[in-house]
């Protein structure tokens, strides 16, 4: 059954948490009284659309609907969740606070997306504050995972748990914070590390762009996957973290930062920071900036996944979820892929790089492995099949951002040999590429050739004998 969700406010956030509820099957309703409202929530989910499904290697579920709504009681009256991303100011919370509790279904969880505010203060005044609570998302919402739960001793802990079950099932990584505090987790960090900088730039001792190169060169590379206690634990060397506090731990008497202090936010001063960012971006306006950050973002995050850590074992974990379960068909031939071809992909050239036709098509013998059985627990128990040939054929073009879609068809399925026919097509039935797959079943005790375990040749027989009575898929061009 689809679910709904309420987005009251379709700013950078709200227009954010839209994006990946719809993208992930949700049904939508917006309420943002800004007439541009539709304007601006089509050019987030145009660069949400593009990137959020290059992180996975299967599609996402079906996009849901979306309603722009005149009303917040239109919006929420059927909502399973409802998200408040207004601006800042209590008293505007307050207002829409009560509005939705007035309408909201009584199991919604309601959350906010505010950066400062306390849950106990969003709760003021209400008669049933018990569904209320902080999740407050980072930009853009769609690609980055976090969110942080901060609930008030008023919200009930089931709805919590509710929550987080949802930010889960969306791909989120939702962070309990289990005390309520001011500014919560995350921002209390960016505002030590803002402060800071706003001092280097005032005392002329950076600029912007030095101070974005010491973190995206340096250690922003290191937190992006280990975060700040564990990379400090590893610079303790093989002693760890009590060695690490010894040594650097009197330096913190030192006179290295002015965290308690800030500088006023002069004309003059937020003059000079304004230009020297717009120097820093050159000639890119918001639009390409945002392209080229969640690039960046989806090449990281994959490169995590790869290693199956941090955000990328998060996306792993999701992509289990979401990904098809077997149950082929074998009157035709099988969808072994359902994908978006990632922009990590892509070479100099702007189109698919040629070893990458080979890495799909060796993920769709992966997934025909696992539709007769030779799956992660065949291999587990010390039998797979092993490539001893692929070739392929380069038909048409492929870019960063395009749906492909892989049929695979046995040819050969006798003994310890399988042989497969790959076909990749695009959205619109573009033959893009052919693959020939030539495998042999192989014990990964001795590492040599062997026979496949009964259940697994029955069913190889089988697939084999209702592929053969298809047509022969290499009579295609190329």
């Not at 009256?77 to 505007?92: F, H």
């Not at 937190?223 to 690490?244: D, S």
């Not at 072994?336 to 993920?363: L, Q």
């Not at 399925?413 to 893009?432: F, P």
């Amino acid at each position: 059954m689809t679910k709904t969700a309420a987005i009251i406010g379709g700013g950078v956030i709200g227009g954010g948490w839209l994006a990946r509820f719809l993208l992930n099957g949700w049904d939508v309703n917006l309420f943002d009284p800004d007439p541009e409202a539709k304007r601006k929530i089509n050019a987030v989910l145009g660069n949400a659309r593009r990137s959020l499904p290059m992180l996975y290697d299967v599609a996402l579920p079906d996009e849901g609907k979306l309603t722009i709504c005149d009303t917040v009681e239109a919006a929420v009256k059927t909502a399973d969740w409802v998200q408040e991303s207004v601006p800042e100011r209590l008293d505007i919370k307050h207002k829409v606070f009560a509005q939705i509790e007035a309408f909201a279904p009584h199991d919604a969880v309601i959350g906010s997306s505010t950066s400062g505010f306390k849950p106990s203060e969003l709760q003021e005044g209400m008669k049933r504050p018990d569904a209320v609570m902080v999740t407050h998302p980072f930009n853009p919402v769609y690609l980055l995972p976090l969110i942080e739960v901060v609930p008030s001793p008023k919200t009930s802990a089931d709805m919590v748990t509710k929550a987080k079950a949802i930010l889960t099932s969306l791909g989120m990584y939702p962070l309990h914070v289990r005390k309520e505090i001011d500014a919560h987790i995350a921002d209390r960090f960016l505002e030590a590390v803002w402060r800071e900088g706003l001092w280097l730039i005032k005392d002329g001792i950076a600029t912007t762009q030095e101070i974005d190169d010491a973190i995206r060169y340096g250690f922003g590379l290191r937190w992006a996957q280990m975060g700040l206690f564990e990379t400090y634990r590893i610079a303790g060397g093989e002693a760890g973290m009590k060695h690490f506090i010894a040594q650097f731990g009197p330096c913190l008497k030192w006179p290295w930062t002015k965290l308690m202090d800030v500088p006023e936010l002069t004309p003059e001063l937020t003059d000079m920071i304004a230009d020297q960012s717009d120097t820093q971006s050159g000639d890119l306006s918001i639009r390409e900036l945002e392209r080229l950050r969640d690039d960046n973002l989806v090449a990281m995050m994959r490169a995590l996944k790869g290693q199956d850590s941090a955000a990328g074992a998060l996306i792993n974990a999701h992509q289990a979820q979401i990904a098809p379960k077997m149950t082929p068909d074998f009157t035709k031939p099988i969808q072994s892929a359902d994908r978006m071809i990632p922009v990590d992909w892509t070479d100099y050239n702007g189109h698919m790089n040629e070893s990458r036709y080979a890495e799909a098509f060796s993920e769709a013998v992966d997934f025909v492995m696992g539709s007769v059985g030779a799956d992660a627990a065949y291999i587990a128990s010390g039998f797979s099949y092993f490539t001893v040939d692929l070739s392929c054929r380069y038909l048409a073009e492929a870019h960063a951002g395009q749906r492909i879609t892989i049929e695979s068809q046995i040819i050969l399925g006798e003994g310890k040999k399988l042989k497969v026919h790959h076909r990749m097509l695009s959205q619109d039935g573009v033959l893009l590429a052919t693959g020939d797959h030539f495998m042999l079943h192989v014990s990964l005790k001795t590492r040599r050739t062997c026979d496949p375990e009964p259940e697994v040749m029955k069913r190889i027989e089988i697939a084999a004998k209702a592929h053969a009575a298809l047509p022969d898929p290499r009579g295609e061009r190329g």
